[in-house]
């Protein structure tokens, strides 16, 4: 019997869990029907012979679980047969002002192969109103839950060579549920795709693991769609779990997508992501309330890319693997802001043979990249990034003499000199030697300065310019050039650069990676002098997305110390994490600065009075940062904008007993920053004091 099946879930005799069991034609029978379909009306339900054609009803013309006779007159004017060898077209023709779709149940998962679901052919898309390809034009089309409604899936795709083109889909999610396995996400790309309650004891997994590699989808391309946020652009009153949820699939393409607001990650594999293409997103504000890394990779990943995407204001990493099996190439893109929750590296690698490469990382409470030392993680090459303001070094390669859960996501500091052939075994990349100057300072000759140093024997040594000033790890700013280390480890390169120039390097060796960062030497002037260096301050990228050039505009005044009339704290009642009115109003002032001075950032630190444990105190502290912060967002201010600091109970306003001293205590304080380096003034308050 030639064919290839795929079970669904639901029951047969045998006790085993499956749902209807679609069968692809054996050889000789005829390909099923496939048909141009206009989606007429954005009501959901039963599938009735009625006035217009619903999303529903469109997904099962297409899987061959409803045919156009079934339909009403009305209906079957939008439904025209295609000639045989295309895939089946939705589109979209429904009323003015009805163009969001709100689900009431799961739809029918999607078993039609070469099917597009095309949202960019309902009147009003304008594909014009957008300047950059990482942030596509608003959808016309929604696709969210009905009010007061659980959806856990927007679209569930189990087929070869489906597109999803031009949709916004928001507000899926579950509640209490076992969902380790299958989470619940806006499209769920997967064959044989688990239910929604699936934990990972369930025997529908056991099934599921037999399943045989050519039985996942291939070529799915999901573009040019919002996940997590309706057209409008305003945060929903409902996010969803996760954005693309990638179970069991190979070759998936997720491009061109402004993917954001999502509960947990944008984008997460399972079971099986070979050839996953992540490219041209905007990956924004991620994480809020569970699994905190914008696009966290496990399972099997060969030959994955994640190139140019914008990866901006997520809670945890941008960029997590987690033991993945094969290896990803990540080139070209912008992450910034992130560890606005979790102080996390801002890219986290596991495993070995990942090629990182031309990004710019930025902007990080952590590291820019950790190399994880367990399990063994080698030949990592990281090489010609940029980055820029990291709580830590450039690239941290952890070793497991330092095994906390910190150590491994944040890093642990420079490594000493590899001393043991041990540590190859210990240490992430091998425990290359980072490079080390022979001086901390070299003085310029006629035109040009001589740097020496040494390296692993024939390692290539890249330079870089360091463009903040102190650390002596500061962040590798801007590559310099290549230089090789000789057989007895030594390395030497000619540079034209000015006095008072910092530089650092690492070493790449093939066989074991790229390694960490020398500590800083400094370039001084031929007569030995440092000449004072001017400090301005640098340009802060945005993940807003790009505006059309502004009209000339007159040069502004001299800058002067800007004096904030606005209140830097808020109250809690006790064990209480919610907004109060009166700090609401607070809030809204709050709100109203940070939006009238974009320049401004600001810290939400959490705090709690002392009466409960250390880890419970710190919980409670930050659910009250987060619930600050969620008002805040719902007020428009950027998430890049804003960074959680839970302290608990180490911090408390006064050291006295009692209603009126605990209640100063239970608070959120907000700790600005002018990024153009000017002074701030700012006013407490307790007009929103909660006493017991």
Same mark, same amino acid.
């Given at each position: 019997m030639n064919q290839r099946w795929w079970i669904g879930w639901g029951t047969v005799a045998l006790g085993m869990p499956v749902v209807g069991l679609a069968i692809a034609p054996a050889v000789g029978q005829s390909a099923p029907a496939t048909y141009s379909l206009r989606v007429t009306s954005p009501l959901d339900g039963p599938v009735t012979p009625d006035a217009g054609l619903t999303l529903r009803e469109a997904i099962e013309l297409a899987n061959g679980t409803l045919t156009p006779a079934e339909l009403s007159p009305a209906e079957q004017a939008v439904v025209q047969p295609l000639p045989p060898g295309q895939g089946s077209r939705i589109g979209f023709d429904l009323p003015p002002g009805q163009t969001t779709i709100a689900l009431t149940d799961l739809l029918p998962e999607i078993v039609a192969p070469e099917l597009l679901i095309d949202g960019t052919t309902q009147a009003g898309y304008d594909a014009a109103a957008t300047y950059d390809p990482k942030f596509?034009?608003? *959808?016309?089309?929604?696709?969210?839950?009905?009010? %007061?409604?659980?959806?856990? &899936?927007?679209l569930t795709i189990a087929a070869d060579g489906v597109t999803v083109r031009g949709l916004s889909i928001y507000g899926f999610r579950t509640r209490d549920r076992a969902t380790q396995t299958t989470p619940p996400s806006d499209i769920f790309i997967s064959a044989l795709a688990p239910p929604v309650d699936a934990s990972p004891r369930s025997p529908a997994l056991g099934l599921f693991r037999l399943d045989q590699a050519e039985a996942a989808p291939h070529g799915v391309v999901i573009e040019q769609n919002w996940l997590g946020l309706p057209p409008d652009g305003t945060f929903p009153a409902v996010p969803s779990?996760? %954005?693309? $949820?990638?179970?069991?699939?190979? !070759?998936?393409?997720?491009?061109?997508? &402004?993917?954001?607001?999502? !509960? %947990?990650?944008?984008i997460i594999t399972g079971f099986r992501a070979n050839g996953l293409q992540v490219s041209e997103n905007a990956i924004i504000g991620n994480g809020l309330a569970g699994m905190p890394d914008a696009i966290r990779l496990e399972g099997a990943i060969a030959a994955s890319a994640i190139t140019d995407n914008l990866i901006c204001a997520n809670d945890g990493s941008g960029i997590y693997l987690f033991k993945p099996e094969g290896s990803t190439q990540i080139s070209g893109n912008a992450i910034q802001y992130n560890g606005r929750r979790f102080e996390r590296a801002a890219v986290y690698l596991m495993g070995s043979d990942h090629q990182l490469t031309d990004n710019f990382i930025g902007y990080q409470p952590g590291p820019g990249v950790a190399v994880t030392a367990y399990p063994?993680?080698?030949?990592?090459?990281?090489?010609?990034? &940029?980055?820029?303001e990291l709580d830590g070094l450039s690239i941290d390669l952890n070793t497991q003499g330092n095994t906390g859960v910190q150590d491994f996501q944040k890093g642990d500091g420079p490594n000493p000199p590899r001393n043991s052939y041990h540590r190859r075994q210990e240490t992430g990349n091998a425990a290359i030697n980072a490079p080390q100057f022979d001086a901390y300072r070299f003085t310029s000759g006629p035109g040009e300065v001589t740097l020496t140093g040494t390296a692993d024997s024939g390692s290539e040594v890249d330079l870089y310019r360091l463009a903040e000033p102190g650390f002596p790890y500061s962040p590798l700013s801007e590559p310099l050039g290549t230089v090789t280390a000789g057989p007895e480890g030594t390395f030497s390169a000619s540079l034209d650069l000015p006095p008072g120039t910092r530089v650092s390097a690492i070493a790449t060796d093939p066989e074991w990676g790229t390694s960490e960062p020398a500590a800083a030497a400094t370039v001084l002037a031929a007569d030995g002098t440092l000449p004072e260096q001017p400090t301005t301050p640098a340009e802060r990228p945005s993940c807003a997305p790009p505006q059309p050039p502004p009209a000339p505009v007159e040069p502004p005044p001299p800058?002067? *110390?800007?004096?904030?009339?606005? *209140?830097?704290?808020?109250?809690?009642?006790? !064990?209480?994490?919610?907004?109060?009115?009166? $700090?609401?109003d607070v809030l809204d002032q709050i709100a109203a600065a940070l939006l009238e001075y974009p320049f401004l950032t600001v810290e939400l630190r959490g705090h709690t009075d002392p009466r409960a444990s250390n880890a419970y105190n710190l919980a409670l502290s930050e659910r009250r940062a987060l619930a600050a912060r969620d008002y805040l967002i719902r007020k428009g201010v950027p998430m890049e904008r804003m960074r959680i600091v839970p302290l608990g109970e180490t911090q408390r306003r006064s050291q006295g007993s009692g209603p009126l001293p605990y209640a100063r205590d239970r608070r959120v304080e907000f700790v600005f920053t002018d990024v153009r380096g000017l002074d701030i003034i700012f006013q407490d308050q307790e007009g929103d004091l909660q006493l017991e």
């Open positions: 596509p034009a608003a *959808p016309a089309v929604s696709l969210t839950v009905a009010e %007061g409604g659980e959806v856990a &899936r927007g779990a996760f %954005g693309v $949820s990638v179970f069991n699939a190979v !070759d998936t393409v997720v491009r061109h997508n &402004r993917i954001q607001n999502h !509960d %947990g990650s944008a063994l993680s080698h030949r990592n090459q990281i090489r010609g990034n &940029r980055y820029a800058l002067e *110390p800007l004096r904030l009339e606005i *209140p830097r704290n808020i109250h809690f009642a006790l !064990d209480r994490s919610n907004i109060s009115p009166e $700090s609401a």
